[in-house]
């Protein structure tokens, strides 16, 4: 009977959050509200508060889901591609705008919604956000020693540029000052940034070698 409770409860939880989704997808974050849930999947909105805290809550399970999505792209990617840094930032590049692009409102919440200032992020928010940062830190790290700059700043830096590009172009505000594509820019942006952070050129052999070896040093 508690197994048959405790199905039912995580059952009605995925249904919340699935719709939310489905309203995010349709009318924006900003839009949804308790009570267009609840009337969507026909409950009462005492309902929603027994299964999750607040809005803030459900925001953050379907970015927790969104965010998954995204990583997972990344990870196949560099599971089924082994050229340099340069090459491969630009492939991440690629997916992270196709992401913005074929998911835009979920995009939008996932990097434009602001945690509530008396709410801190949750560790299991926090350790998502890490494992993505961390995935393409240590695609980079073999070839740290040909850097000027810290893998881990390298990534940061990406990130708030593409993030940049992405929220102008995607939001319509970028064709005041550029028509180019996001894909371009983002090319644009990535090539001429790694650029300047490598002081000695690495050829895809030397990155292959260096490859191996962190992965020996981080799982031996």
Known sequence: MKKNNLEKKDSFKLSVLDAAENIILEEGYQKLSARKISSRIGCA?????????????I????NQRTLKRLHNQFKEYL?????????????????YMRFWESEYQLANLLFNYTQPKEKPLPEWAQNDVDAVFFTIIEMIAPVKESLSEEPETIASVLWAGLHGIATLCFSGKMEVVSSETPLFLTRSF???????????????????????????EVYK
Do not use: C, H, M, W
């Open 45 to 57: 909105v005492g309902s929603l508060y027994n299964a999750y805290e607040n809005l803030n809550d």
């Open 59 to 62: 925001f953050l399970r379907i």
């Open 79 to 95: 599971r089924n591609n082994s050229a340099a840094p340069s090459e491969s930032l630009l492939g991440l590049g690629n997916i």
């Open 190 to 216: 990535i090539q001429s940034y790694f650029r300047g952070a490598i002081k000695t050129q690495v050829s895809e052999k030397q990155y292959a070698l260096a490859r191996t070896k962190r992965i020996t």
